[in-house]
């Protein structure tokens, strides 16, 4: 566990932790699991408040949230079509794949979005194919907000129960985090070796 997160955040309090989440959402390698949980030890301790620890990690990773949206959305999807076209092996999927995501984002696009914020590393990208395929900007905002909001609050309170045992947060999130990314470079990596082109 990082001190200079721990003295940051009992430095600058609600601002701290709005601040480490923007950064987690920008930077996916800071995880927002051991940040929402220190504060939620903070909390626990009288430091801090609960609802205010978790309203402040939603914002700080909302603000991360709408400037990945934003910046795909600037970019748009027909920018990457060359690189699809010639990558495609790598990325693991065609053109027609894309029109079909763009098909399923306009369906079923909040699920995607309210879901994918509970994901380590997904968590973070998933405002990326939001905003290149055009998710209507409030639909992006309302399901990102709840589940962002949804994701720091379980890890905030998972804090707040540890109270002063603050060891048992790697312990517990450490290898749930783990695996989880684990399983996502295998799906990658099962994608790269079986995949082809369609027709």
Do not use: C
């Amino acid at each position: 566990m990082s001190d200079w997160m721990i003295n940051l955040i009992e430095q600058s309090g609600y601002l701290g932790v709005a601040f480490l989440m923007f950064l987690e959402t920008v930077f996916p390698p800071i995880p927002s699991e051991i940040i929402m949980s220190i504060a939620g030890v903070k909390a626990a301790q009288g430091a801090l408040s609960l609802p205010w620890v978790i309203a402040a990690g939603t914002a700080g990773a909302m603000l991360g949230n709408y400037f990945w949206y934003l910046a795909a959305r600037v970019i748009g999807i027909d920018r990457f079509k060359p690189l699809i076209d010639r990558y495609g092996r790598w990325l693991t999927m065609d053109w027609n794949e894309i029109q079909r995501a763009e098909k399923l984002f306009g369906q079923y696009g909040f699920a995607f979005v309210f879901f994918g914020r509970m994901l380590p590393t997904l968590r973070s990208l998933i405002s990326i194919p939001a905003g290149l395929l055009h998710m209507r900007l409030s639909t992006f905002v309302v399901w990102s907000t709840l589940g962002t909001a949804g994701w720091t609050a379980l890890l905030a309170v998972f804090g707040w129960a540890v109270g002063n045992n603050v060891d048992q947060i790697d312990d517990f999130i450490g290898p749930v985090s783990t695996a989880v990314i684990i399983l996502i470079v295998a799906t990658y990596l099962w994608r790269v070796i079986f995949w082809r082109p369609k027709a």
